[in-house]
């Protein structure tokens, strides 16, 4: 649906910055622009708000990205002289305080429990969605939900009553993928981050996360390291987790390392793990959050002993294991940075009405050697040289 048209009483781009010259050498285009803007806004400013120049009018008048252009009014919104409202258009603050600032949107959280309770990443990702989200003037709405609840069709009843302007999914499981399309049916926008190695067609945007390339630096490494066997635990959810296997089986194939997989519930695994690791060139590695869960926390005296001659491997993130904790337990991690991926897609969200149902982007998973289980901050993990 077309915008309706916006009538303006600020004079256009060109008579309000007529007196504009240039961009100086060896400074920033962004930062001329951002305090250009900053002093026309204040001398335009009236009693009332205002309609302001339109993102993409400043971007072709000043010949930069919009995406600069959108940065600029971020700043200038946190300063208190733009409001911008979802979809519709910029406004001029006024000099008396408004009544109360205007909502960008509200975007829904669904957060699986036992992933949240568990996953230390899921947690931190959570937390940056949320300080993203109202950086830019949106509400962000967490839903809790347990095991298989996404499938029933109540749930889709459960969201309606939240009146969301978005639906971020995070990690979520395909085989709700009726919710999902009775969801786009009532035209609710989605948003999608999900596993490349699992991807299937999404009603919605969607962010892809690439373990692969991490897997193979950790192959690499473990091969270097001199191991030649993995055990791997059967994982809990087969279904899910098929197409994991096979990726992290082929990255230590073509490192020369072995594949194992470990039958039969926790007990099981420790037994085994304590005999083929007692060998030599044996390491463990996790690739899903429940039977990790289930041996290192169901075992974590066994798992702590293993820990000192054995490498471990956490695939998919690490999980909240307090023992670990309380010994300073070293592994190795894959995780993503959940900085990269909040910042990335609430600004696509800022920037766009409405985002294609299409892949957008693909994140890649870092290699994190000998992380520091003591180290409880849920937090995005620095690479040698990078700032957390």
Not at 22 to 27: D, V
Not at 324 to 343: K, L, T, W, Y
Request: proline share 6%; charged share 20%.
């Amino acid at each position: 649906m077309p915008h309706a048209y916006i009538v303006r009483s600020i004079p256009s781009l060109k008579v309000a910055f007529a007196t504009f010259p240039g961009f100086p050498a060896g400074r920033s285009r962004q930062d001329v622009v951002q305090t250009a803007l900053r002093g026309v806004g204040r001398r335009l400013q009236r009693t009332d708000p205002q309609p302001f120049y339109s993102m993409r009018e400043v971007a072709t008048f000043f010949s930069l990205p919009l995406r600069s252009v959108a940065l600029i009014y971020e700043v200038l919104e946190t300063e208190g002289l733009l409001i911008r409202i979802r979809a519709t258009q910029t406004k001029l603050a006024g000099k008396k305080p408004a009544a109360s600032k205007p909502v960008t949107g509200i975007v829904g959280l669904p957060l699986w429990v036992p992933a949240f309770v568990t996953s230390p990443y899921i947690r931190s990702l959570h937390i940056h969605f949320n300080e993203q989200l109202r950086r830019r003037g949106f509400v962000a709405d967490s839903i809790f939900f347990h095991s298989d609840e996404e499938a029933d069709p109540k749930f889709v009843t459960h969201l309606q009553r939240h009146s969301l302007d978005v639906i971020l999914w995070m990690n979520t499981n395909f085989r709700a993928k009726q919710l999902f399309l009775a969801l786009r049916d009532l035209r609710m926008r989605q948003v999608f981050v999900l596993p490349a190695e699992c991807m299937q067609e999404a009603p919605g945007a969607v962010y892809l996360q690439d373990w692969l390339p991490a897997y193979r630096q950790m192959a690499a490494a473990w091969a270097e390291a001199g191991i030649r066997r993995v055990l791997l635990p059967r994982p809990v959810d087969e279904l899910s987790v098929a197409s994991v296997t096979r990726n992290y089986t082929a990255a230590m194939k073509a490192a020369g390392i072995s594949i194992q997989v470990v039958p039969g519930k926790a007990r099981d695994f420790i037994k085994t793990a304590k005999t083929e690791c007692a060998r030599g060139g044996t390491a463990i590695a996790f690739l899903e959050w429940a039977s990790a869960d289930a041996i290192c926390n169901g075992y974590p005296q066994s798992m702590v002993e293993l820990a000192r001659t054995t490498r471990i491997g956490f695939c998919r993130g690490r999980i909240r294991i307090p023992r670990f904790s309380q010994d300073g337990v070293r592994a190795d991690v894959i995780i993503f940075d959940p900085a990269e991926i909040s910042r990335s897609i609430v600004q696509d969200l800022t920037l766009h009405a409405s985002l294609p149902e299409k892949i957008r982007h693909t994140f890649n998973a870092r290699y994190h050697p000998d992380f520091d289980f003591s180290d409880n901050i849920d937090r995005s993990f620095s690479l040698p040289g990078e700032q957390a």
